[in-house]
């Protein structure tokens, strides 16, 4: 697989895209540094089309301009996790589900924390949006990048955190 990378800086801090020649495969947030070393070899690419086009809508979306990605993904996880996955994809733009809502609707209501381990697996954190995903009461709970990411990121969609809770506006 021929993959290339492309690191940027976002006012969210450093972030590193990662492509094969059709998709994005791995997004790596800015406290990533066990996930960055993996694709520590990959060599710098600036021209790469749809590293580019990655780059240019997360700026967007950090802009406050977008509210979903149109670029192509492909992250690779087990039969589980793509189900946990693409169940992330319908959760809309500035809206959260609880990890218990998430099992149910995979109808597997007793995996809850089957599910949050997968979400914790995504490859493709923001485009793949496991941010959205809260503890039933409220709380943000876990991510890659850390609840402070989080709750930029989900500030970023309109919500209002407050001690660490999503809360009603």
């Keep these: 697989m021929n993959l290339s990378k492309k690191t940027f800086e976002t006012p969210l801090g450093e972030f590193t895209i990662v492509a094969n020649q ?7 947030l800015p406290n990533q540094k066990k996930d960055k070393q993996a694709f520590q070899g990959l060599a710098e690419n600036k021209n790469h089309p749809i590293l580019k086009q990655c780059e240019q809508e997360l700026k967007e979306y950090f ?38 809502k998430q099992a149910r609707k995979l109808k597997k209501e007793n995996a809850v924390r ?22 039933s009461d409220g709380r943000l709970h876990g991510y890659a ?21 999503i809360v009603s506006s």
Excluded: D
């Design 22 to 28: 059709e998709a994005i495969v791995a997004l790596l």
């Design 63 to 100: 802009a406050g301009s977008r509210q979903e990605f149109t670029v192509p993904i492909a992250g690779v996880g087990t039969e589980f996790q793509t189900r946990v996955w693409n169940e992330l994809m319908k959760i809309p733009f500035g809206q959260t589900t609880s990890y218990l």
């Design 114 to 135: 089957a599910v949050a381990g997968a979400n914790s697996k995504n490859p493709i954190p923001i485009l793949v949006p496991c941010h959205r995903v809260i503890a």
């Design 145 to 165: 990048g850390g609840v402070e990411l989080k709750k930029k990121l989900l500030e970023i969609e309109g919500l209002k955190v407050i001690n660490q809770r």
